[in-house]
């Protein structure tokens, strides 16, 4: 939870935390939520222990490197189309669906 106050998405009291949304859910991202939990570590790793001497081992990483940003980065963007309202909205009817089958 201190990750989420520390990125300015929830405020706290000191003594009685009782956390509270910082601004609307409507305006917090999933990338928002994701980087504060997350920091800016890579989706994506990665192996440094290739053989430079071989034709895979000496390419793989910058081959791949190319592919695993363009995956990151369409990752992001798409985290970033997506609030906490969504989620929560989301959630609701799912719930709502369960009930209506009992």
Sequence with gaps: MSALRKAGLITTKRGNPEPKLAKPPT???LLEIYFAVEGERSLFEL????????????NIQSVLGGYYEQAKLAAQEKLRSYTLQDV????????NSKNKLV
């Design 27 to 29: 305006q917090i991202t």
């Design 47 to 58: 192996d440094k222990k290739t053989n430079p001497a071989c034709i895979v081992g000496g």
């Design 88 to 95: 929560i909205d989301d959630i609701l009817k799912k719930e």
